[in-house]
């Protein structure tokens, strides 16, 4: 039987065990498990990997997506780009030791699930929020050639505070993206400080945020004409790359 999992602490709420349960039941995959790790320090990991022989694949989450790298063999070009993984192939060849692979499907997911909704003048972005999940979308947005500026509490290193905000600058940046939890349940009410009644028919606010379906910051946005996107699909889209990362040539 093989075995995938995730790791992190706490998982309270796991997107991934409830995917891959149903996909694994949908699809009538034989032979396949999916487990939670929770696992309180990440000194913990090569234990895991060791110990359970089934183990051929890892979803990281928080906190573990920097420090898990250590314990990685190789990178592929866009986790060693970002410097952040979550997602990690394990293969066992010959019973010797476990080579591990780093990934970071962020990237793809965010990219395959935005895609659809670009239309020509989507050539510039602003990203709300300077954590991991923001390189994520960096990476993303330069493979689709959209120029993008990050937005953070504080100016400075190329980066706008949010009080710049002001007519000219959201008017040259079509495409907003959400990369901060604010907004997520049950902190509903929360959103991005941004002026959004300077937002029009011409913009596009896609919230990583999926819980709940429309945050505080897509409501107010589409009340203003704008498309919104949240980030459901990126996970999903994410969580079948990671399917195929594990399970190719096996």
Request: charged residues 20%; aromatic residues 8%; negative net charge.
């Amino acid at each position: 039987m093989n075995k995938f999992g995730l790791i992190g602490f706490p998982l309270t709420h796991s997107f991934s065990k409830k995917y891959y349960d149903a996909k694994i039941e949908r699809e009538q995959i034989p032979e396949v498990g999916y487990e939670l790790y929770p696992i309180p320090d990440i000194t913990d990991f090569p234990g895991l990997v060791e110990k359970d022989p089934q183990l051929m694949g890892i979803n990281v989450t928080i906190p573990y997506k920097i420090a898990v790298m250590r314990y990685l063999d190789q990178l592929s070009p866009e986790a060693e780009a970002i410097a952040a993984v979550n997602c990690i192939r394990i293969e066992r060849e010959n019973s010797g030791r476990p080579v591990l692979t780093g990934y970071n499907t962020d990237v793809y997911g965010f990219a395959e699930s935005l895609r659809p909704l670009l239309k020509p003048h989507h050539d510039a972005a602003l990203i709300l929020g300077n954590g991991g999940a923001a390189k994520a979308v960096s990476f993303a947005l330069a493979q689709l050639n959209i120029a993008h500026t990050v937005v953070s509490r504080s100016a400075g290193n190329g980066q706008l505070a949010y009080e710049q905000l002001d007519a000219a600058v959201i008017g040259i940046h079509p495409l907003i993206v959400n990369t901060t939890p604010l907004g997520t349940y049950p902190d509903v009410m929360g959103c991005p400080g941004i002026p959004y009644d300077l937002l029009g028919e011409r913009h596009l606010l896609y919230d990583l945020v999926y819980n709940p379906p429309e945050t505080e910051f897509l409501k107010r946005g589409q009340a203003q004409g704008a498309a919104i996107k949240n980030g459901l699909e990126m996970l999903e889209r994410q969580a079948e790359r990671n399917w195929e990362i594990w399970n190719a040539g096996r």
